[in-house]
């Protein structure tokens, strides 16, 4: 069924004009010449509780419209129309008035005379992002509804934590959709099971699933990476290369660390996501692809768009649906679980009957793991390759972290009791990245190796916290 319209405007010929635009698109149109007409025809269309009228999906609105003909009063008025995408168009070539209109709810401004074409785009896209939030507020719901959490699968997230719950439940629910996924949280974390597992729960799962490291891949070759190229391309593309993209395609994206990339590549990868198309590299071909893109970034990206480090517009685009990931120190429920899981996949592997001392237990436990999942995994295959016999003890954690690896907990705890656990967290990971570096000649490979993170991981902390 195609979307209704409703135009409020005082311009007849401008209202004729435009509403002959789009019921050639294909919508129906509805006109309005004054404000209150304006709402009283919305209000009537979408509060109807009979299946006479149906609802409109969008409103394109004029702001200097009878009885007053000031803008500030229609400003004022936008709220009323429940959370549809309003269009403000207007002959007020005015950015404060349209900061303004933003902040009231309005979707878009854009002033008179517009490009038909260009307004049948804007116009797509706000029904578009409608339709997703409807889908993510429907999802939101249902999940805060849902008190019941039996027979829900791990999905390869070990532990019983409220916050790994919750996640498991999240993904059950999202993974049959379409829409885009966002993940955020601390590095090793589980980001890639997580998009994995939505992956493999959804109707694509006997297509590719593609991950992609945005931090690791140098700058200057993502592009190619992702869209590929023709012979010819550059100096070095001596046949035709296949990207990411179009290896991805009819499956899932996962791009990891998105929060990495660089300015100049999340205007061309807005591009294939608005359009679902591209062209590779020297390549005047158009190339159209089928993908469900899955994000994931340890940054906090709403600070990155204010600091013009992360496009907003790439942003709203790739939320669809987020999913917070916790660092290990503040679910430490789930840290004997996963010690115990990673054991038992270590004896499969190995074909050994290896267990853990109590002592060692309580130090894994007790450990403040800033590399989370992924560091507390490589310490503990580290100690089952060193172990002699069939447990594993103190002996072999202080022959891999150091002599002095007992006393980090309570020399932190006797200086830092004071202090909020923010703060102790900090604290502790500068104390850890320091000693890296120390014990690794500064080098950062072979530093961000030992705490089981990844380079540039390395590298953000000792940006963030002035190591340098």
């Known amino acids: 069924m195609s979307a209704r319209i409703l135009i409020v405007d005082d311009e007849v010929a401008f209202c004729e004009l435009c509403s002959l635009w789009l019921q050639q698109a294909g919508y129906q149109v509805e006109i309005c010449f004054s404000l209150p007409d304006g709402l009283a025809k919305f209000q009537q269309a979408n509060s109807a ?12 609105h004029d702001l200097a419209l009878p009885p007053s003909f000031r803008p500030e009063d229609t400003l004022e008025q936008l709220h009323q129309y429940q959370g549809i995408p309003v269009l403000v ?65 791990n999905f390869g997230l070990i532990g019983n934590s409220p916050a790994i719950q919750n996640t498991r439940e999240l993904i059950q ?32 799962n006997n297509q590719p699933f593609i991950s992609v490291h945005c931090g690791a891949i140098p700058a200057d070759l993502l592009e190619s990476e992702l869209f590929g190229y023709i012979k010819g391309a550059f100096t070095g593309a001596e046949k035709d290369r296949k990207g990411l ?14 929060g990495e990339m660089p300015l100049a590549m999340q205007v061309k990868l807005l591009r294939v996501l608005q359009e679902g198309n591209y062209y590779p590299l ?27 480090n992360f496009r907003e517009d790439l942003y709203y685009r790739i939320k669809g649906l987020t999913i917070s990931t916790t660092s290990l120190s503040e679910r430490k429920e789930d840290i004997t679980p996963l010690v115990n899981h990673f054991i038992e996949r270590y004896n499969h592997k190995h074909n050994t009957q290896l267990t853990i001392h109590p002592k060692a237990c309580a130090w894994f436990l007790n ?60 604290a502790l990971e500068i104390k850890l990245i320091k000693r890296a570096l120390e014990q690794h000649q500064d080098n950062k490979t072979h530093s961000a190796q030992a705490l089981g993170i990844t380079r540039q991981g390395l590298i953000n902390k000792i940006k963030r916290y002035g190591l340098s």
């Open 245 to 258: 993209l179009a290896t991805a395609d009819g499956g899932t994206l996962f791009l990891d660390e998105i």
């Open 49 to 60: 509780t009979d299946n006479k009228q149906l609802p409109f999906d969008i409103v394109i």
């Open 89 to 153: 168009l207007t002959g007020h070539d005015d950015r404060a008035l349209a900061i303004k209109a933003i902040e009231q709810g309005a979707w878009d401004f854009i002033s008179k005379p517009t490009d038909p074409e260009l307004l049948k785009i804007i116009i797509a896209r706000a029904l578009d992002k409608h339709s997703l939030l409807k889908q993510v507020s429907c999802l939101e719901q249902q999940l805060e509804q849902s008190s019941q959490l039996n027979d829900v699968p």
């Open 367 to 426: 450990t403040p793991w800033p590399g989370n999942v992924r560091e507390l995994k490589n310490t503990l295959e580290s100690a089952a390759a060193i172990c002699l016999k069939n447990e594993i003890t103190i002996q072999e954690i202080q022959l891999i972290q150091g002599e002095d690896s007992l006393q980090i907990h309570s020399d932190s705890d006797v200086n830092l009791t004071n202090l909020p656990l923010e703060e102790q967290v900090k």
């Open 173 to 204: 629910r999202i993974s049959a959709t379409q829409v885009p996924v966002f993940i955020q949280g601390p590095s090793g974390t589980g980001k890639e099971i997580i998009a994995n597992a939505i992956h493999q729960g959804s109707d694509r």
């Open 282 to 308: 020297g390549s005047r071909q158009l190339e159209n692809i089928d993908i469900r893109l899955i994000s994931a970034t340890n940054r906090n990206v709403p600070a990155e768009v204010q600091s013009g």
